[in-house]
């Protein structure tokens, strides 16, 4: 029996058994196409960027491990390895792109000089790809960056130097906006901290307060750009402090109507950041979530189909607002096939996306709405069972893209032909 012929009549047997409990798995499909993930351009060079030739991550509290051959060296290249990561991956995608990532024609323009024209170049390709752009301030790998404090630095100058350049990314954001007639959430994150117990937290707190405040003040139209801003808990030379905490950014975000991102290895590890999702948007129209796998602390490992991805994608269908949950990747993994890095991680997210999908999610508050915990319970443990697999192979060949582990053959002959010859 072929392949195709296989899988087909392994989904008829799925569609059956996920019917018997009221689950439309073609409604599933369907909805999952509609959800698309933003896929992060920094994984594939290391969170090096473009803005000179031998540039390389630095500072920050930010660190990338493994030295695997075959990186991307240059836009076009960076370009390329996309292009086959989003052939393996079932739907349609965003991009996150960096401001540290455009064309600046091997001149060194400073931050606080980026303009669209560096960036017209990443349209143009995402046009051609179908595919949307979203954008990144980089306040880190910068001389200016190295004390370890950028927006709320004491320098005024300083402070000032980073406040432009957010400024300015938020013009490249909207120049996508209009350009690709989709929303560029444009997502703010800065190293700020200290290594050692401070004893004044507050002075660095009021003062990025006052950096935003002055960027927000350019307002730009919703239909362009969104901004959201990302906490972290700790970081690398930031272990004891970190300025943009978690309650500070939530508190700022709720007050100024912008976006929310919680990243998955931005919190303790007993933290569940599934069980933030309804608790936060009681009170915000939209969040994003910077998809992660933290192993021990704060690690950006490749995501894969885990108990914390698990929840967090439960929690998104759970939620009904779906349409208000950005989904976009953060991982960084010098250690293996950086294309690979990508397709695992994606495929893994939407993976956990459609189980959630297929949850039969009307039975099961209905049970917890009788007070029936018993028979809640042992759904819940039943679907550990259902044939979930099928579905997903069935959605792949809809969506003509590699089914099971066949893509693996694909990886490793690009990285023969492609990445393996970049030396």
Known sequence: MA?????EKAYEIAKESYAELGVDTESAMVRLKDIAIS??????????????????????GIQVTGNHPGKARTVRELRQDLEKAYSLIP??????????????????????????????????????????????????SHPKADSGFTLSNRDKGIRQFWIEHVKLCRQVSAFFGREQASPCI??????????????????????????????????????EMKDAVESKLFGIGSEAYV????????????????????????????????????????????ILLHVSRPVRWDSDHVVILNDDIRAVTEEIVRSNKLEHINI???FFDASMNRVGAWTIGTRATLKGLLIA???PSDKLRTYEAEGNNFARLAMLDSLKNMPFGAVWDYYCVQSDV??????????????????????
Request: proline residues 5%; hydrophobic residues 35%.
């Open 243 to 286: 300025v943009g905490s978690h309650e500070f950014y939530l508190a700022y975000a709720l007050t100024k109507g912008i976006v929310p991102c919680f990243d998955l290895g931005h919190f303790h590890p007993t933290e569940s950041v599934a069980d933030k999702i309804s608790a936060t948007m009681q009170f915000c129209d939209e």
């Open 186 to 223: 444009h997502n703010l994150w800065i190293p700020d901290g200290d290594k050692d117990t401070p004893i004044d937290r507050w002075t660095p707190r009021a003062l990025l307060k006052a950096s935003l405040d002055e960027i927000l003040s350019d307002i730009l139209p919703s239909s």
């Open 91 to 140: 739907g349609s995608h965003r991009l996150n792109l960096h401001a540290m990532y455009g064309e600046f024609g091997g001149k060194l323009v400073d931050r606080n000089e980026i303009g669209p024209e560096h960036y017209r170049g990443w349209v143009d390709w995402a046009k051609e790809q179908r595919v949307k752009l979203d954008f990144n301030a980089t306040c880190f």
């Open 39 to 60: 896929l992060h351009c920094w994984q594939g060079d290391d969170v090096g960027g473009f803005e000179k030739p031998d540039s390389e991550l630095s500072g920050g």
């Open 402 to 423: 590699p089914i099971g582990a066949s893509w693996l053959k694909e990886i490793q002959e690009y990285e023969i032909n492609v990445t393996g010859k970049r030396v």
């Open 328 to 330: 976009a990747l953060d």
């Open 3 to 7: 392949a195709k012929d296989r899988i």
């Open 357 to 359: 999908l297929l949850e």
